[in-house]
Nanobody, 125 residues
């Protein structure tokens, strides 16, 4: 059974930093497996934030967070991280970890087959 468990969300002031973690279990990692972070704000669609290939570690990020957020993974711990710096009010959302046997560069939520329960990130002024 696939399980993704996020942690690290919370309340932070604008300009601050947070690091989210996602521990994966029950996945059969293949060479083309991709882990991703998405977010969803109230009343908005779920949007892509960052993705990383499980093998090789090649990563890609959304333009809206480029230069502020970075994604990384620790294969030995089956964990993916999202380091978020210079947080803005508009970064407030529920952040979801996702996994899927998808190609590098995939950004569509529907292509990812496994999801975590989400963790709330709130940025205050």
């Amino acid at each position: 059974q696939v399980q993704l468990v996020e942690s690290g969300g919370g309340l932070v002031q604008a300009g601050g930093s947070l690091m989210l973690s996602c521990v994966a279990s029950g996945l059969t990692f293949r060479r083309s497996y991709t882990m991703g972070w998405f977010r969803q704000a109230p009343g908005k669609e779920r949007e892509f934030v960052a993705g990383i290939m499980w093998y090789g570690g090649n990563s890609y990020t959304a333009d809206s967070v480029k230069g502020r957020f970075s994604i990384s993974r620790d294969n030995a711990k089956s964990t993916v991280y999202l380091q978020m710096n210079s947080l803005k009010l508009e970064d407030t959302a529920v952040y979801y970890c996702a996994a899927g046997n998808v190609a590098y560069g995939t950004r569509r939520a529907a292509d990812f087959g496994s999801w975590g329960q989400g963790t709330q990130v709130t940025v205050s002024s």
